[in-house]
């Protein structure tokens, strides 16, 4: 089985004000250690750097060393792959995007989402419920999900 994960988790396990930070911090190493396939796309990789360093954000924020240090610490690990958008792209989006209205905050979702579907993941771990709204995406939250916690 391959997986990928959300922003979002990536974040708390680096947020230690967070009331979910210990949490998604063991996931999180659960993840790294393996052995199954880890997708690590590369808008995640973005919105982490960018959510994580930010001072308007998060109350201690990271510097960008130690954000990137997290990031090349995963990258660096043999069963974990960075993904991005492949020719045909746009179709595959459309695709997603068919059946909902996609606008605002759902944009970066349906982007990560149609990026997945191109890469044949089909499991997305995220504690945000938008993700379930997908056809073609099962979107499991490791704080409610027993094979998460």
């Known amino acids: 089985m391959s997986y990928a994960l959300d922003a979002n988790l990536l974040l708390y396990a680096s947020d ?14 659960r993840c790294a250690e393996g052995p199954e396939l880890f ?14 360093t930010h001072p308007a954000i998060f109350e201690r924020p990271l510097s960008p060393e130690v954000a990137s240090g997290n ?34 905050n759902l944009v970066p979702d349906a982007h990560l989402v149609a990026l997945l579907l191109q890469h044949g993941v089909r499991t997305l771990w995220t504690h945000d419920r938008d993700f379930r ?9 490791p704080f409610t999900d027993p094979h998460g916690a």
């Open 16 to 29: 230690a004000s967070s009331a979910f930070h210990e949490r998604a911090a063991d996931f999180l190493r």
């Open 133 to 141: 709204r997908f056809e073609g995406i099962r979107a499991l939250d």
């Open 71 to 104: 990031i090349e610490s995963l990258l660096a690990r043999p069963h974990v792959r960075p993904v991005g958008e492949l020719d045909e792209f746009w179709p595959v989006y459309r695709q997603a995007t068919d059946t909902l209205v996609t606008r605002g």
């Open 39 to 52: 997708y690590l796309p590369w808008p995640v990789v973005m919105a982490y750097l960018r959510i994580a």
